[in-house]
Each structure stands twice: as C-alpha cells, then as structure tokens.
C-alpha cells in the first residue's frame, strides 16, 4: 500500500505524479514499485510538492539499478542514463503544474 502523503498528492497533484508512477510500475511491477515508493518517500512530510516525490523516487531506482538489474552490468548506464533523462522531464512537467496551478490561484475572483 503506498503512504497516504503520495496518494494524496497523486489524487491532488499534476500529471507528472501518477506518469511517474505508471514508469516505474512497467520495469518493477506495481509489488516492487510500492515498495520503491515507500522506501523513497518514507522520510518526505506531509507538504512534499510533486517534484520532490519524483526526484526522491528516482534517485532511490536509480541507487538500486545494480539491485534490480545486477545480471546485465552492461545495461546499468543506459538506465541510469534513462532514468536521469525521465526523472528531469517529470520534474520539469510537474513545476509547470505548480506554476499554473499558482497563477490561477493569484487571478482576482469577480
């Protein structure tokens, strides 16, 4: 079960969240992923924004690479490689979210 401070902010959040989530489901399987999840984010507070989610969850997949992947050290750099390049686009596209949902919480209410 993943911690109720990430399912809330995947129902509240931006798309980048749940993108990030469904990535990590295809290469561990939603039994590995929830336990990357927890591992990652167990020390995150209740005001965890998306992008510190994402990069937590990232960096924790990408520490284990050798874990998950140990059989095929040939491999490790490309998904190093690839989870570098997926973890600075989810990123991006998460405070981008933040920025809208920012300006359209700043507009005057007539």
């Keep these: 079960k993943i911690n109720e401070n990430v399912r809330d902010r995947i129902a509240a959040g931006s798309r980048a969240l749940p993108d990030a989530l469904w990535s990590r489901s295809v290469y561990l399987g939603v039994v590995r992923t929830v336990g990357l999840i927890n591992s990652a984010t167990e020390s995150l507070g209740q005001d965890a924004i998306?992008?510190?989610?994402?990069?937590?969850?990232y960096t924790e997949q990408i520490?284990?690479?050798?874990?998950?992947?140990?059989?095929?050290?040939?491999?490790?750099?490309?998904?190093?490689?690839?989870?570098?390049?997926?973890?600075?686009?989810l990123m991006?596209?998460?405070?981008?979210?933040?920025?809208?949902?920012t300006v359209a919480e700043e507009k005057p209410k007539f």
């Design 63 to 89: 520490r284990l690479i050798s874990t998950y992947w140990g059989g095929n050290p040939g491999q490790h750099k490309g998904l190093k490689d690839r989870f570098e390049t997926e973890r600075k686009e």
């Design 50 to 57: 998306d992008a510190h989610i994402i990069d937590k969850i």
């Design 92 to 101: 991006k596209m998460a405070g981008e979210a933040a920025k809208k949902k």
